[in-house]
């Protein structure tokens, strides 16, 4: 069983900065596939949108349009924690930020094994 727990989320003007962290508990996750999702205000669970994923090793990255060349998916095994660095924020990333585990670096929500609580994140205009 695996358990992830994200924090760092916070309210912050548009155009700051802030980091997530998804640690990863109960099994390593050194050889999963992790992913970042977000659920806006307003937003059933099944609309989550995804955000960036990362393969185990990190040789493979993809980010939504969305926020390419904004945010940057990171992970470090030896700690079974990721990172999600977000910059030059906007309004329209408010929204609550989930972590997930499963065995494709994929686009596809249904496709990750293993999600944690969530953090929210407030970007004030």
């Known amino acids: 069983q695996v358990q992830l727990v994200e924090s760092g989320g916070e309210l912050v003007q548009a155009g700051g900065s802030l980091r997530l962290s998804c640690r990863c508990s109960?099994?390593?996750?050194?050889?999963?596939?992790m992913g970042w999702f977000r659920q806006a205000p307003g937003k059933d669970r099944e609309d989550r949108e995804f955000?960036?994923?990362?393969?185990?090793?990190?040789?493979?990255?993809d980010y939504a349009d969305s926020v390419k060349g904004r945010f940057t998916f990171s992970r470090d095994n030896g700690k079974n924690t990721a990172y999600l660095q977000m910059s030059s924020l906007k309004p329209e990333d408010t929204a609550v930020y989930y972590c997930a585990v499963g065995q494709f670096a994929v686009r596809y929500a249904p496709a990750y094994d293993y999600w944690g609580q969530g953090t929210q994140v407030t970007v004030s205009s």
């Open positions: 109960g099994r390593t996750c050194s050889n999963y596939a």
């Open positions: 955000v960036a994923t990362i393969s185990w090793s990190g040789g493979r990255l």
